[in-house]
């Protein structure tokens, strides 16, 4: 018996082209997908915001009230009142309620590391991801350092009994705050790159952005 063939007509063809599931038409890039975690959209996260982008929030949450807390001079109720806020915005498991987003510095940051790592480690991830995702994760896992040890410090002030010392402690938390936000100038070359102890969530947003504008991405 002869076989039959049926043609359909082209714009029928096109139609099942655009409405055919994305899994019959080729995988997206896995790379994109992790990028697109880190910069533009993560469950869980305020608004459905990116990884990198909710750790930027809230480390300026956090930094606006260590600033609070350093304005408080010795006035130790004021100082750990603003000092619980910080620790809200890092991690809202150390504190519950505040003025943060309730996601914090630290699941956001971490979870930013994780999936550029995963980007870089994608099958068919390109020269471009890999190279930036180093820098990225770099500078993010020193915000992860930072914000770990400024957690230290706002549980030492709300266990200190000495004003003049929560103070000093609050300043030094302040300090640390404001380099996970900006970076910090490690070498005192008058420059802040993506390296280890001197890239903050800043330089990693830089360098995410160089990465999606070399992939072709929007937003990049």
Known sequence: MRARYFHLPAALVAILFIMAP????GQANPAHAHIGHVADGWR????????????????RIAAQHA??????GTNLAGIK??????????????VESGPGMGYGVLPAARGAVTHIGLASQAEGASDNVKLHATHISTAAGNAVQWSERALGLAEQIQSASDAS???ELAQEMHTLLQH???????????????????????????HLTLLKRGEGMSGG
């Open 165 to 167: 010392r929560a103070a």
């Open 180 to 206: 996970v936000v900006s970076g910090h100038d490690a070498n005192g070359d008058g420059n802040i790159g993506w390296q280890e102890g001197e890239g903050g969530l800043q330089q990693a947003q830089t």
């Open 22 to 25: 994305a899994g019959l038409l």
């Open 44 to 59: 869980g996260t305020p608004d459905g915001m990116g990884l990198l982008p909710t750790a930027t929030a809230e480390a």
């Open 81 to 94: 009142t603003h000092t619980a806020h910080v620790q809200h915005a890092i991690n809202p498991e150390a």
């Open 67 to 72: 600033q609070l807390a350093v304005s408080a």
